[in-house]
C-alpha cells in the first residue's frame, strides 16, 4: 500500500520513500498506543500499575519454583 500513497502524495520525486513508509506507520501505532495507554493508567489509579512489574517478576519466580 505504501507505493500508492507516496505516488499520490509526492508523485516519481519521492519514489524511493515508498520503503520507509511502513516503518513510519508501525512506529506511530506504538507511539499512538503509547499515549492512550499512559492516559488509562492515569485515569484508573496509576499507582496499582506501578507495581506490575514487580508482580511479574513474582509470578515468574513462583512459577520456576513450583
Known amino acids: ?3 500508492p500513497i ?6 516519481k520525486v519521492y519514489h524511493a ?3 520507509i513508509f511502513p516503518i513510519g ?11 492512550v495507554s499512559y492516559r488509562v493508567i492515569i485515569m484508573n489509579a496509576g499507582f496499582l500499575f506501578s507495581m ?3 508482580i ?10 513450583q
Request: proline share 3%; glycine share 6%.
Open 1 to 3: 500500500m505504501s507505493r
Open 6 to 11: 507516496v505516488y499520490l502524495i509526492y508523485r
Open 17 to 19: 520513500a515508498d520503503g
Open 25 to 35: 506507520a508501525v512506529k506511530n501505532c506504538f507511539s499512538v498506543m503509547g499515549t
Open 52 to 54: 506490575m512489574p514487580i
Open 56 to 65: 511479574t517478576v513474582l509470578n515468574i519466580a513462583i512459577f520456576y519454583a
